[in-house]
């Protein structure tokens, strides 16, 4: 069992839906991070989280330590978020990143 | 304020050649990540170096790769003999000195390596 599993793994939606991903970790964590890879590969930084939630624009996450559980949202979805959504937790005590496998969102206008 | 910066972008190489691929981190940033993402799996840690010290190197595979980042000039990873499973995109990623990765963190564009 992966130490960062995310859900889905493909997620499909019309142009507007609210979009939500979700990320579970079984270490004891000093962050988390959400990144975007997009077609081409560049990965850019969403989000650094240790509690509680964060806005970014449409960009929303949030964290439950306790239930090592994640999720970032994506309110009013626009095909160019259309990318590869990583969830990367910083193992407590480490500076190595520990990756889930990412979730494909496509938005259809 | 130029980004984590990686050359080259596309590398092809026959099986048995070397392969260089260098990282310039973000400007006042002293440590270096290096993480490889194979063909439909996720980013895995390879190896993380500071100025002139290799710091963990627990997810390099021990034979034919290699990593530095000398006091001037980019981060170096290479990978020696190549073999079709080396076929992967290599991420850099950089930190500021106090930061670690409990900070931001700022990913190259990343260097695909094709091994034919």
């Known amino acids: 069992k992966n130490e960062v599993e995310q859900s889905p793994q493909n997620l499909t939606a019309q142009e507007g839906e609210f979009i939500t991903i979700n990320c579970s970790y079984s270490v004891g964590i000093s962050a988390l991070h959400w990144l975007q890879q997009h077609p081409g590969g560049g990965i850019v930084s969403l989000f650094m989280l240790s509690s509680g939630k964060k806005k970014h624009g449409r960009l929303i996450a949030t964290i439950n330590i306790q239930e090592k559980h994640s999720s970032l949202h994506i309110t009013a979805s626009h095909p160019r978020d259309s990318a590869v959504y990583i969830c990367?937790?910083?193992?407590?005590?480490?500076?190595?990143?520990?990756f889930g496998t990412g979730t494909r969102l496509q938005v259809f206008p | 304020n130029a980004g984590v910066m990686q050359n080259p972008r596309h590398l092809v190489r026959r099986r048995g050649q070397e392969a260089r691929l260098r990282c310039s981190p973000m400007k006042g940033h002293s440590h270096v990540y290096w993480y490889r993402q194979l063909p439909e799996e996720g980013l895995k840690f390879m190896v993380y170096?500071?100025?002139?010290?290799?710091?963990?190197e627990s997810g390099m595979p021990k034979e034919r790769f290699s990593a530095e980042f000398p006091k001037e000039g980019p981060s170096i990873l290479r990978i020696q003999q190549v073999v079709r499973g080396d076929s992967a995109a290599y991420f850099c990623?950089?930190?500021?000195?106090?930061?670690?990765?409990?900070?931001?963190?700022?990913f190259g564009e990343g260097s695909w390596l094709t091994v034919v």
């Open positions: 990367a937790v910083l193992a407590y005590n480490t500076d190595k990143l520990i």
């Open positions: 170096l500071q100025k002139e010290n290799i710091i963990d």
């Open positions: 990623a950089s930190s500021p000195l106090d930061g670690g990765l409990g900070n931001t963190i700022y």
